[in-house]
């Protein structure tokens, strides 16, 4: 009996531990992205960081979140371009740094490439 309440005292301190630790709602912020496009810059996009920026630089405009605006990049834009943008954005506006990349790439974006032209 007393084994079983150590087991469930335990579980439960284990349970309430994780969640102060573990955020399952965890995604890249802006910073993580300038990180891993200055990564991926020095390393011709060839290494995990060259996928996460390629990923986020290449505009979706999938009308999945109302607060992500969209781009209108030119088709011929390759992704060293785009992530150059990106860098020089992230690195001189410090707000976009807290926002979640996805967002913080779309600002930069949308602000260069505005689609209402």
């Known amino acids: ?17 994780l969640s102060f630790t573990v955020d399952v709602h965890a995604v890249p912020t802006g910073s993580d992205l300038l990180l891993a496009c200055s990564l991926a810059r020095d390393n011709n996009f060839d290494s995990i960081q060259g996928q996460m920026c390629t990923w986020y630089v ?20 390759q992704v060293p371009e785009l992530a150059n943008i990106v860098i020089e954005g992230l690195t001189n506006n410090e707000a976009l740094l807290n926002q979640t990349a996805s967002k913080s790439a779309a600002i930069i974006l949308a602000e260069q490439f505005p689609c209402n032209m």
């Open 1 to 17: 009996m007393l084994y079983d309440m150590n087991r469930r005292i335990t579980f439960w301190f284990v349970a309430l531990l």
């Open 58 to 77: 290449i505009p979706c405009n999938c009308n999945y979140d109302a607060d992500i605006p969209q781009s209108c990049t030119p088709e011929n834009m």
